[in-house]
């Protein structure tokens, strides 16, 4: 399905529909948009009647509005579960998406927008939009005190949402002192943002070694009521990271990126004003000749492989018949077969080594959950399921598994993955009927039964969890 995003660059609002696009294994293009220019043409309008970006081109339409792009590429995979694994799980995930819009985003914007020299300075509205940051900031803190991510036990949409939000308050507003209080936020935002999907899309977030103050403004408490607007009073002189994370201001480029951003955010802009800003912008163009190009994004092992060795099988349309099956393993398994390419794809077995040291079932069931999480980067290329076996405090909890993967060996799941290391991996031959036999028992368990609450057992072992990776 060819997918095109008009928007400018660095846009954070276009940062959460690539990023699920990178989660979901989707090829967006994001031709050259200039602002002013083409978002008033006449075919521009019609895509989108205000002239906002981002605007996202289907082959049976076009979508605006950020969030709805988002929720459309979202809901594209089912299986990456990006909103959510249940019906209630996707209402969890719209809430998010709400309330980064209206209680996070807005604070934030209007905290920034004096900072790029969009708004005037205002020390009252600064500090109301300081103490308005703090409260959203405290109600994630407090949330997130016992949860990994904000829906489920995975990224999904409501993660990707916030975090893209806070990515430039992050680089440019929040300092040391302003974070501190947030141990729990800065623990979520730094593994959302240090995941391969994230960084593919926004690079490396480097953190404000200071805030970054507007022209001629100062540093301003956040209004006295709230509890955390202390350590946000405690502002040095506005400096910020550099783009190479030095102190300083922000670059010219940040700050022209942001002010692009705002200015499409401008209701009516009148084109005199915006005129004596494009020789000073062509200045700084030409003043940096000596900037390197951007390094060409490295193409992944597997996906070489699939231009290179193209398989007959695709692992998508397998997952498809397996999540669309209803308990029908005998005909599902029967269908995998005939399209299984054994010279393209290859079958392994896993068994964790310490299955000594399993003493509590909720533990061992997270250990599972953190496996199939850290194998997120490989998704399009691999596929299986992984059991907890045994009974806390009767028998032996063990952990095994079995993975279909795009090549003949482990190798870059065990390079996407350091949890590999500490599982036996055996390759299974299924040229054998035995082989065969082995893998259905390892995919088909019966869902219903496991659903109903009802044992389900494999290999003789009662099943004390069960996760699917697809």
């Known amino acids: 399905m060819a997918l095109t995003l008009y928007t400018y660059p660095a846009n954070y609002r276009a940062f959460k529909i690539l990023i699920a696009a990178e989660y979901n294994g989707l090829d967006i293009e994001v031709p050259k948009f200039e602002m002013m220019k083409d978002n008033q043409s006449p075919e521009f309008l019609a895509m989108s009647p205000l002239g906002k970006v981002p605007v996202l081109k289907t082959p049976q339409g076009a979508l605006f509005e950020s969030n709805a792009i988002a929720r459309y590429v979202a809901r594209m995979r089912r299986d990456t579960e990006l909103y959510g694994a249940t019906f209630f799980e996707s209402g969890q995930v719209d809430s998010w998406i709400d309330f980064c819009s209206h209680e996070l985003e ?254 509590q079932a909720f533990m061992t069931a997270n250990a599972t959950g953190g496996f199939v999480q850290r194998s997120g980067e490989i998704r399009k290329w691999l596929f299986g399921v992984m059991y907890v076996t045994g009974t806390e405090g009767t028998t032996p909890l063990e952990i095994s598994g079995c993975y279909m993967i795009r090549g003949q060996d482990m190798e870059p799941l065990q390079v996407a993955n350091d949890d590999t290391a500490v599982y036996h991996w055996n390759k299974v031959d299924t040229t054998t009927p035995e082989g065969k036999a082995h893998v259905a028992h390892m995919w088909c368990y019966d869902i219903e039964k496991w659903n109903s609450g009802e044992p389900i057992f494999l290999e003789g072992k009662a099943v004390n969890d069960v996760k699917q990776f697809k």
Request: hydrophobic share 40%; charged share 25%; aromatic share 8%.
């Open 106 to 359: 807005l604070a934030a914007t209007m905290w920034l927008y004096p900072v790029i020299g969009y708004m005037p300075y205002n020390a009252a509205a600064t500090a109301k939009s300081k103490n308005d940051v703090t409260v959203a900031l405290t109600t994630l803190e407090n949330y997130l005190s016992d949860k990994t991510y904000l829906v489920g036990h995975k990224i999904t949409l409501a993660d990707i949402t916030v975090a893209s939000a806070l990515v430039y308050p992050m680089k440019l507003l929040f300092s040391p002192e302003f974070r501190a209080p947030f141990p729990n936020v800065m623990r979520w935002f730094n593994t959302c943002v240090n995941q391969p999907q994230f960084t593919a899309v926004i690079g490396e977030v480097v953190l404000a070694a200071a805030e970054t103050l507007p022209p001629n403004g100062t540093a301003v408490a956040a209004a006295a009521p709230a509890a955390a607007a202390a350590p946000a009073g405690k502002k040095g002189k506005g400096q910020a990271p550099t783009k190479g994370g030095g102190k300083g201001k922000p670059s010219p480029e940040e700050i022209a990126k942001m002010k692009a951003e705002a200015a499409e955010r401008k209701k009516n802009a009148p084109p005199k004003e915006k005129k004596p800003d494009q020789p000073k912008k062509k200045k700084e163009k030409a003043a940096a000749p000596a900037a390197a190009p951007a390094p060409k994004k490295e193409v992944h092992p597997l996906k070489a492989l699939d231009n290179d060795a193209p398989s007959t099988m695709v692992g998508d349309v397998w997952k498809k018949v397996y999540s669309n099956c209803k308990g029908d393993y005998e005909g599902c398994m029967k269908e995998f077969w005939e399209m299984y390419d054994p010279a393209g794809w290859s079958i392994h077995t896993c068994r964790f080594k310490y299955n000594e040291e399993n003493e």
